[in-house]
């Protein structure tokens, strides 16, 4: 098949419209002047065109992940998963992009993770709009785990200022999964455990302890004991 061009300034004709009206006669008179003497035009399909052309604009958005990844239960993710670009230019009609907050990858599923991964990812595309590129990289680190265990006070919350309490035992072993690069990190950060005054309305002998603050690296944490008992002076 062989392209057919046409002159756009000739159809605007200088007007303001963005809309472009092909009659069939033009159609005919155009494709006419571009074949051989030899070749005439019999028929027309469409016998007219329609289009409207919009001024091209663009924005940086960034790049949504999909993903549904999990590990080996000897292994955990290593710092954040990493997305080369994280963001993107796209280019459209203003109406085509004014919504667009961000762009998606395809998903990206992973099981079992037991090693490091770089892959490439398309981007899901989006109709009538072009973008800088139509795949990113994605990398995710992983590393082996280990098991961490140390003591933390148990806090009281919602403690009267006038009423003193005291908790047998005063602190509980914390056990907890974490990578082996955030292990000494993870025996400083805080990691805050409390047993709430307002549970002691109901008459009860012991209150459960419950863990109000982590840091975000750790897995499994449980509580040794998971409840205290307590006095009040």
């Given at each position: 098949?062989?392209?057919?061009?046409?002159?756009?300034?000739?159809?605007?004709?200088?007007?303001?419209?963005?809309?472009?009206?092909?009659?069939?006669?033009?159609?005919?008179?155009?494709?006419?002047?571009?074949?051989?003497?030899?070749?005439?035009?019999?028929?027309?399909?469409?016998?007219?065109?329609?289009?409207?052309?919009?001024?091209?604009?663009?924005?940086?958005?960034?790049?949504?992940?999909?993903?549904?990844?999990?590990f080996?239960?000897?292994?955990?993710?290593?710092?954040?998963?990493?997305?080369?670009?994280?963001s993107?230019?796209?280019?459209?009609?203003?109406?085509?992009?004014?919504?667009?907050?961000?762009?998606?990858?395809?998903?990206?599923?992973?099981?079992?993770?037991?090693?490091?991964?770089?892959?490439?990812?398309?981007?899901?595309?989006?109709?009538?709009?072009?973008?800088?590129?139509?795949?990113?990289?994605?990398?995710?680190?992983?590393?082996?785990?280990?098991?961490?265990?140390?003591?933390?006070?148990?806090?009281?919350?919602?403690?009267?200022?006038?009423?003193?309490?005291?908790?047998?035992?005063?602190?509980?072993?914390?056990?907890?999964?974490?990578?082996?690069?955030?292990?000494?990190?993870?025996?400083?950060?805080?990691i805050?455990?409390v047993?709430?005054?307002?549970?002691?309305?109901d008459?009860?002998?012991?209150?459960?302890?419950?863990?109000?603050?982590?840091?975000?690296?750790?897995?499994?944490?449980?509580?040794?004991?998971?409840?205290?008992?307590?006095?009040?002076?």
């Amino acid at each position: 098949k062989n392209d057919i061009t046409f002159n756009i300034e000739e159809l605007l004709h200088g007007g303001r419209s963005n809309r472009v009206h092909i009659s069939q006669q033009d159609l005919r008179e155009r494709i006419s002047m571009q074949l051989t003497p030899s070749l005439s035009v019999t028929t027309i399909n469409p016998e007219s065109i329609d289009f409207t052309l919009e001024e091209i604009a663009s924005k940086e958005v960034p790049v949504k992940l999909d993903c549904n990844i999990s590990f080996n239960k000897l292994y955990t993710q290593k710092g954040d998963i990493k997305i080369e670009p994280k963001s993107v230019t796209i280019k459209g009609a203003h109406e085509s992009i004014d919504s667009i907050e961000y762009i998606t990858t395809e998903p990206l599923i992973k099981k079992e993770l037991n090693s490091s991964i770089q892959q490439e990812i398309n981007l899901v595309p989006t109709h009538n709009v072009a973008y800088s590129t139509d795949k990113v990289k994605v990398e995710i680190d992983a590393e082996q785990t280990t098991e961490a265990e140390r003591n933390a006070i148990i806090n009281v919350i919602n403690l009267p200022s006038n009423v003193r309490m005291a908790l047998f035992p005063e602190s509980a072993k914390l056990t907890y999964k974490v990578g082996l690069s955030r292990y000494e990190e993870s025996l400083k950060d805080n990691i805050h455990i409390v047993v709430d005054y307002n549970d002691t309305k109901d008459g009860r002998s012991f209150l459960n302890i419950k863990a109000t603050e982590t840091p975000s690296y750790i897995e499994n944490l449980t509580i040794t004991p998971q409840r205290v008992e307590y006095i009040i002076e």
